[in-house]
């Protein structure tokens, strides 16, 4: 589409004090720049992506370890731990994962807004020993200015956060305030494709990079599409940018995500890669699917 | 309640970086001290009010000409005119309004979150000659930074909002940025009693007046009970405190506010004085209700 037309799918109002449609128009021009090269790249590489599989906070140490194990040799080289639980825990853990994956790949953390604001200052700057990419939802995902302060008295570990932000205006806030180095829309969470092309272009403006949130039913299929159009048209860059991955349900999803190494492959079928089967829909139909008949 | 068992209601989670529970409590320990000739002020003379009847967007000059009399003939002080109109509309209805209510009394001007935020500063300073007591939701209700924008901007206009706020750390963060001038709880966008009054309590520390929204129905019948807890045991100051008053739908409601000479009197009966006559909720019910089936 051309930069007009994208501008016009975005609604400026409340961001305009941000951004403007004549900027963003401006920057999508501009961006326009070996867009055709881009393409290549990701039709031969794909989008880096991240795995959050091995590192939830249920499991054990044994379990945490095997999986490292398996994504590392399945070439993932982004991964995503789990904090938040009890602060020794968190530090076992953390070592564990760091251990396993050694000071070259990258280790996120994700706080799942577990802390206050003070605590996770403390909890982050414990953490900091373990070299975290980035730090998520340390606290309240509405707290702009916590967020912000968190930031400021962590100075070396990024802050991450957005998958529970339910529109652009927070986003511009998050960019305003300083408060985020990491940009974690959602595709469902935000009002569709349109208030989605609003906050990647808000992020392009503050120069901060857009990490999709995905894992939940269709979230990864939804969202790698949103990551491939920030990278041709608005970012123009794959630095410090990766989609996250959680390898999940996608057997029931008629296109689902390929992934390949550590990336995922660029869609080939038209359209939002979301359509679940009919099959899955019929059985697992509360409460008279097949599913829930054989739960009873 | 005593001051414990109040603060044991609140959650403090998210905001005690503004906020401990033991300074609420300390709070609510010091402001105990006259009490009861606060509880003896508002049985004689109630709780003061303002009338946002008067000045809805849609009523010709000839109709706000009206009900400016018949609001100021019936003891009212404190007058709302809705904003965010055409440019010029507005200045004419805000000239009528403070000719018609003298330079005494109080105009508070409402752009139900029309403008965006250069605008809403323009806006703002163009309405100042008219003298508002205050300017409310000029821009997004989730836009704490635009509100602080506009606030420092448009110096002597005190900003007010909060009816579209839905939560304790949207109103830390307001009260943090220096937002607002004044807290304006919903007793149903929050969750219920102990979200309203962790907010009151957040309020105090900050010397933020809370002047809750009311209006919808049934609103101005739980709201008088938060304010007078709000004197009676929280701010202990009616200074620049006003509920919001419209006469709208209180014939459906069992225990109806009562209001004299623009000031609610102490409910007598005990509750939330919500409860609605069950002939209402019968004849109101859709489909089938009679209200319904009369009107096709």
């Known amino acids: 589409m051309e930069p007009e037309r994208i501008a016009s799918i975005v609604d400026f109002h409340y961001i305009n004090d941000a951004l403007t449609r004549e900027e963003a128009i401006a920057l999508l021009k501009e961006r326009r720049a070996g867009q055709h090269d881009r393409l290549e790249n990701l039709r031969v590489n794909g989008l880096p992506a991240y795995t959050t599989s091995a590192g939830w906070i249920g499991f054990s140490d044994e379990k945490i370890s095997r999986l490292c194990d398996e994504a590392l040799a399945a070439g993932w080289t982004h991964f995503k731990l789990k904090v938040g639980g009890d602060p020794a825990d ?49 606290t309240s995902p509405d707290d702009i200015l916590g967020h912000a302060r968190i930031r400021r008295e962590v100075p070396g570990v990024r802050i991450a956060t957005g998958e529970h932000c339910q529109n652009r205006i927070l986003f511009k ?40 949130h995905a894992g939940g039913v269709g979230l990864c299929e939804y969202v790698q599409h949103l990551s491939a159009f920030d990278y041709l048209s608005v970012s123009a860059s794959l630095e410090n940018r990766v989609v996250e991955f959680v390898d999940h349900l996608h057997e029931h999803f008629v296109d689902p995500v390929r992934i390949r190494r550590g990336h995922y492959l660029l869609p080939e079928q038209p359209g939002y890669s979301i359509e679940i089967y009919p099959e899955t829909l019929r059985d697992y139909s509360y409460p008279n699917g097949r599913i829930w008949r054989d739960a009873r």
């Open 90 to 138: 968190d530090q076992r853990r953390a070592r564990l994962v760091r251990e396993k994956i050694g000071p070259a790949n990258k280790l996120m953390m994700d706080a799942n807004q577990k802390w206050d604001v003070e605590e996770a200052i403390l909890r982050t700057r414990e953490l900091q020993q373990f070299d975290p990419w980035w730090m998520e939802e340390p």
């Open 173 to 212: 806030q998050f960019m305003q305030a300083h408060a985020i180095d990491v940009c974690q829309i959602d595709s469902c969470r935000l009002a569709g494709v349109n208030e989605n092309i609003a906050v990647i272009l808000l992020a392009a403006k503050f120069g901060i990079p857009v990490c999709p």
